[in-house]
């Protein structure tokens, strides 16, 4: 692992830190029957028998530089193409055994609509049976279909981060020789949130000074600036997005909270000025790290400002496949989640982490009660701050 890259640790760090919800268009959940009632869609997720393509066999030969995951080298195309085809299978013996189900389907930052389909992190397809479906037992019929391995429900996650750089320490970390100061921190790391969106026009995304990567930008051009190298958008179907939250970034509608986790780990320096007070200087743990914003969270036509499964496991295999070195994740479930190998969007965590991509998540706003934690699995980082440190 790099210096910068090991120093860039310390973001991730931050930007889960799990202290008590501001204003948010979002329920966040907290203790009591709320913290342990899962909220589910209609949809279900239908997981293969072959392995996905970072557990196949020949996982080890496609790994570049820094270990990260080749999604485009000629034999990780030529696997994910036989992953395909045992889909396409899959489908037409479901389609046979339940006729009213099809593949699921989101929308994109460019008004798209894709099926949701998974093979990097998942064998995986994703199910739709109609809004008024048992998905109890539309899950027991797809279970007895060949080559199916899990059946798992598609449920809801919410925000859970509101945070400041000084609970950390973060200027100590500035000044560690191998940071070589807080102008210098995070250079060359591409950042992803996968959060509500980051807006290129907030002063600490500017993209003054900055030029894109290689291969980059990425999604949905009008949100990048060289700062912001990636901005793409996951959006159900089923339930769109309000009027004005159509777009990769918040509307006047959706949640601020992306703006907030993504600025927290990697925004720009800039002096600030709030009723009146002297200006100050604020910026994020890494200024200078580039940021790749993945939107999930919008308020759609019922006001449901969650994110589902579905699109959340899309969004975690292009933050693979577009090269992130780490992930920020401040949402979850609640302590109701499952994890672990029955939880297919933990499934893709986790094997985020075998694509070479350093994954933080928040333990969620539910605490402080015993059996309050979210994010039950030991692959990635999770990450939590006592509330009362506040009070301090």
Known sequence: MSRKLSFFLVVVLVASLLLPAAVSAENVVTDGPKATEARYSHRLIVELSSPPLVQFSGVTELLGSGGKLDVNSPAAQAYVQKLQA???????????????????????????????????????????????????????????????????????????????????????????????????????????????????????????????????????????????????????????????????????????????????????????????ADPVTISGVAPKAYVMSYRVFYNSITDDGSFYNVEGIKALEDIVADGADVLNNSWGGGPGSLGGEFDALDQALRNAVSAGIFVSMSAGNAGPNTGTGDHPSDDYISVAQRRRSLLQ
């Not at 798992?152 to 996650?157: E, G």
Request: glycine share 10%; no cysteine; hydrophobic share 35%.
């Open 86 to 276: 045992e889909q396409a299978q899959f489908v037409s013996s479901m389609q046979a055994a339940v006729p009213n189900a099809k593949i699921a389907t989101y929308t994109n930052e460019n008004g798209r609509t894709l099926p949701a389909t998974y093979q990097v992190l998942l064998n995986a397809v994703s199910i739709d049976a109609g809004r008024n479906v048992d998905v109890n037992s539309l899950a027991k019929k797809l279970l007895q279909l060949p080559n199916v391995k899990r059946v798992s429900k598609d449920y809801a996650h919410d925000p859970a981060l509101y945070a400041s750089l000084p609970l950390i320490g973060a200027p100590a970390a500035w000044n560690n020789p191998t940071v070589g100061g807080k102008e210098n921190a995070g250079t060359g790391i591409k950042f992803a949130s996968m959060d509500g969106g980051a807006h290129k026009d907030a002063a600490m995304f500017s993209g003054a000074g900055y030029t894109y990567p290689p291969g980059f930008p990425k999604g949905d051009t009008r949100n990048t600036n060289g700062k912001i190298i990636v901005a793409r958008a996951y959006f159900r179907t089923w339930d769109p997005p309000s009027a004005g939250d159509e777009n990769p970034w918040p509307g006047l509608q959706g949640t601020e909270h992306g703006n907030h986790t993504a600025s927290t780990a990697a925004g720009n320096e800039v002096e600030v000025s709030f009723l009146g």
